[in-house]
């Protein structure tokens, strides 16, 4: 193979009760890669497509996630890279993540390394942690592995893949208001009640076996935060309209999409999920907040290779 | 039916990383219930065999459960309770629970009044709470419905069922020795830190993800306790002797049973159950502490009747 085009999703990290440890992927929106081949060594990148991100590879979330896989796994060759974002940064859907992901998977088919998505990760990671100054899996395994996803530990890293309900959408809501995920995280005390944080844990561990047994309904009624949102709603503006329009349109549940500002609900069926992104939109049109929505399917594929070039 | 025999099986809460809401049940060890109709109405303790406990209904615990289902479904006779205790107040592995269940599920087989085990559990809590003080349904919910069992939530009551892997053993040791509830409660602190909380949710999201896949690995991987164990481990003479004898025989996980002092060790297969229990033994026999030991499959069953007697 002497180039490959990939595709490395968006994914939505935290969900509801998972602060830091539970992501999920999703379909349709994500960043592109079309990675070639070259003579000269080293990671090259020609073009960064939607986003204005710097070129320099140690100065982007790719060229670093790439530099880190050639450190532990030296080419002859080189790679030029063109990255097509269809993630915006700050966007609270893992475009940091994307970034990360697809670049790694796509050097392992390259090279034919022939090392799993789990071994990527921790590549994945170095690139995701110039994105966030602090080492979160919850989107990178989501989007390179697909489906829902639960970081057990980080060192050493121990990524468990939970099964998806064949009938479980998300709709998710952008509103284009910048928000530092720093700042987002400012918000957050070094330490919570512990009463609070078995109630929280409870609802993971339900969450956990509702994904399971595919329970439509503990799904919902585990998808409870009382940890994180208290504290991140305010910053984020419309959040309890968005929330409270999701659930008046019987989504199973909503919440903040990763730091924010998105919002993301799951819901049960792709037109639930419809009626429940329109719900969202009408909230975001009658404040006059600029948003973009997605409605998509768990995406259990993860990170894929949509083209493979023998010939350049 | 005019007489029943029920045994309420001893359980295990806690179970590391699922402090006050994950629980298992265990089998071979409980009470036993003899329970007969009588003409005059009301309950009669007639006699509580293996542990000096107070005959009047609302000072024991299967009285107050036995009080609090009478008062929701009023019944025309009355009820004379033989209770044989089989697990000692104070050990650690859901004595007061027993009780709680047993007389709950009997009184509802011999009213003939319909209610799921579900159902039961509310009357259950209510005599749980004379004994700790506090409401927990981590031992009254495996104790009735059996295998382990997740409380989502207290009020309103949500107890999801987790399904047990065929080959999941527990050996238990329980040192004779004193330790209240409430003095292993005392040293626990009101508030956490958020990182270690994240960490002790992360393990229990897998713990039940490995109960649902029966990936013993991962069972084994997730059974730590970062946020209890520290605190009580120094309550529990031998603590540290007892755990590591257990993981030197190579059980999957072990922890502190409930409030302790029992220390419970879960395992692959009966055999290395029964290797793990000699292992902590030793170490009790070394140390002149007098401990009684269990080696028990998960009880799937939960509470049941032993014999329904139609003729008094």
Do not use: W
Request: net charge negative; hydrophobic share 45%; aromatic share 6%.
């Amino acid at each position: 193979m002497e180039a490959i085009s990939v595709f490395a999703p968006a994914s939505v990290a935290n969900v509801s009760c998972g602060f830091d440890i539970l992501g999920f992927c999703l379909d349709g929106v994500g960043d592109e890669f079309y990675i070639e081949k070259t003579v000269e060594p080293g990671v090259h990148f020609k073009e960064i497509i939607g986003q204005k991100l710097p070129l320099d590879p140690q100065k982007n979330v790719a060229g670093v996630a790439a530099l880190a896989l050639l450190k532990q796994h030296p080419s002859d060759c080189g790679f030029a890279i063109t990255l097509t974002k269809g993630i915006k940064p700050g966007s609270g859907i893992g475009s940091s993540s994307a970034s990360a992901v697809g670049v790694v998977y796509a050097l392992n088919e390259l090279m034919g390394l022939g090392l799993s998505k789990m071994e990527l990760l921790p590549f994945a990671l170095e690139g995701e942690m110039l994105a966030s100054q602090a080492a979160h899996a919850d989107n990178i395994a989501p989007a390179l592995l697909g489906g829902f996803t639960l970081v057990r530990s980080l060192q050493p890293m121990d990524i468990v893949s939970i099964p998806t309900p064949s009938d479980l959408y998300a709709a998710v809501i952008h509103p284009l208001v910048e928000l530092k995920t720093a700042e987002a995280r400012s918000v957050l005390s070094a330490e919570v009640s512990f009463k609070d944080s078995i109630q929280q844990s409870a609802n993971l561990g339900a969450l956990i076996s509702g994904l399971h047994t595919a329970d439509y309904d503990l799904i919902s009624r585990s998808l409870v935060d009382i940890l994180v949102e208290p504290k991140r709603a305010p910053l984020i503006p419309n959040y309890s309209a968005l929330k409270q329009a999701a659930l008046n349109a019987n989504a199973l549940g909503a919440g903040i999409s990763g730091a924010g500002p998105s919002v993301f609900a799951l819901c049960k069926g792709k037109e639930n999920a419809k009626a429940v992104a329109q719900s969202m939109r009408e909230v975001l049109e009658s404040s006059g907040t600029i948003f973009e929505t997605f409605v998509s399917p768990i995406n259990t594929q993860g990170t894929t290779t949509t083209k493979s070039h023998e010939i350049l």
